[in-house]
C-alpha cells in the first residue's frame, strides 16, 4: 500500500555511555527534500543518516534531528600534570632549604594546587557512534513509515472510493450520448417534416444531420481512456513503490479527458454529471497529492 508523504518517528536510547535520540518528520515535497541535524562534533554523521534516509523515503520534505548526549562522566578523563606536579615539588624544596621551614605535602594538597590536573574529554569512536546512530534511526523509521503507511491506507481507500464514483458517472455518460443523438435527429426529423414535407429530400437531409450531429457528440474515445486510466488508478494505489507522481499525471489527463466530453456533449444531463465527474477528479488530485 502507498505511503503519506506526513509522518512522525522519534526513538531514544541509552547505553552505558550516551543518549542517543532520533526524530523524523515529513511534510508534502513535488521530490525528496532532506534537512539533517545533527550534533557539530558529530558532522561524520550526516552522510550515513542522509542515505538511511534515502533508502527509506522516495518523497517529502524531510526533517531528521539527530541528538548525541554524553552520561555524566563517561567521556571524562582526569589525570595528574606530573610536570607541574614536579615544579611544585621543586619549589617547596627550594623554599624549605632557604627557610628551614618543613616541606612536607601530601597529595590531595598537590592536586588542589593550580593546573596540578588535566580534565581530558574523549572523542567518541566515529564507527561505533556511526552504528548505534544508525540503529536508533531504524527503530524511528519503522515508527515514521508505520504512521505513514496507516495514513497511506485512508487516503488510499478514500481515493478508491472517488474512482467508483466516477465509474458510476461513466457508465450514465455512456448510456446517455446515444439517446441525445436519438433525441436530436427526432427533433430534426419534426422540423423537417414540417418544413419539406415528408419528401425524399427531407428524409435525407434528416440522415445527415443526424450523423454530423451523432459525430460531433461522439464521447466513445473519452470513455475508453477514462476507463483505461481508471484501471491504471486501481493497479496503482496497490502498488508495493511510491507512485504518487505518476498519479498525478494520470489525473491530469482523467481531468482533460472529462473536460472534452463536456465540451462535445450538447445535453443538460451530461453537463450536470461533468460537474460531477470534475469534482470527484479535483477531490481525487487532492488526496494524492500527500501519496508518496
Known amino acids: 500500500m502507498?505511503?503519506?508523504?506526513t509522518g512522525y518517528g522519534r526513538v531514544k536510547e541509552e547505553n552505558e555511555a550516551r543518549e542517543i535520540t532520533v526524530e523524523i518528520r515529513s511534510v508534502n515535497h513535488r521530490y525528496l527534500d532532506l534537512n539533517i541535524k545533527v550534533p557539530r562534533v558529530c558532522g561524520y554523521l550526516e552522510d550515513p543518516v542522509s542515505k538511511a534516509a534515502q533508502a527509506a523515503i522516495a518523497r517529502g520534505k524531510?526533517?531528521?534531528?539527530?541528538?548525541v548526549r554524553a552520561k555524566e562522566g563517561s567521556d571524562i578523563r582526569i589525570t595528574p600534570n606530573m610536570p607541574v606536579i614536579r615544579g611544585y615539588l621543586d619549589a617547596l624544596k627550594q623554599v624549605s632549604q632557604a627557610y628551614g621551614v618543613s616541606d612536607e605535602v601530601n597529595a590531595l594538597a598537590l592536586i588542589r594546587l593550580p593546573d596540578a590536573m588535566e580534565e581530558d574529554k574523549e572523542e567518541a569512536d566515529a564507527d561505533e557512534l556511526t552504528a548505534q546512530v544508525l540503529a536508533v534511526m531504524g527503530k524511528a523509521l519503522e515508527e515514521?513509515?508505520?504512521?505513514?503507511a496507516r495514513e497511506g491506507a485512508r487516503l488510499c481507500e478514500d481515493v478508491a472510493y472517488r474512482a467508483g464514483l466516477l465509474r458510476e458517472y461513466v457508465d450514465f455518460v455512456e448510456q446517455r450520448s446515444p439517446e441525445c443523438v436519438e433525441e436530436y435527429r427526432a427533433k430534426i426529423a419534426a422540423r423537417m417534416e414540417e418544413i419539406l414535407d415528408g419528401s425524399e429530400l427531407a428524409q435525407t437531409r434528416i440522415l445527415q444531420e443526424a450523423a454530423l450531429y451523432a459525430d460531433k457528440v461522439n464521447v466513445t474515445e473519452e470513455i475508453v481512456r477514462l476507463r483505461s486510466h481508471l484501471a491504471q488508478l486501481d493497479s496503482m494505489l496497490k502498488s508495493p513503490v511510491a507512485v504518487g507522481r505518476k498519479l498525478d499525471f494520470l489525473v491530469q489527463e482523467m481531468n482533460r479527458e472529462t473536460n472534452?466530453?463536456?465540451s462535445k456533449a450538447n445535453d443538460f444531463q451530461i453537463a450536470n454529471k461533468v460537474v460531477d465527474m470534475k469534482a470527484e477528479i479535483e477531490k481525487i488530485r487532492e488526496q494524492i497529492q500527500n501519496l508518496e
Do not use: E, H, Q, W
Open 260 to 262: 472534452t466530453i463536456g
Open 2 to 5: 502507498l505511503k503519506s508523504m
Open 144 to 148: 515514521y513509515n508505520a504512521m505513514r
Open 62 to 67: 524531510v526533517d531528521i534531528f539527530v541528538t
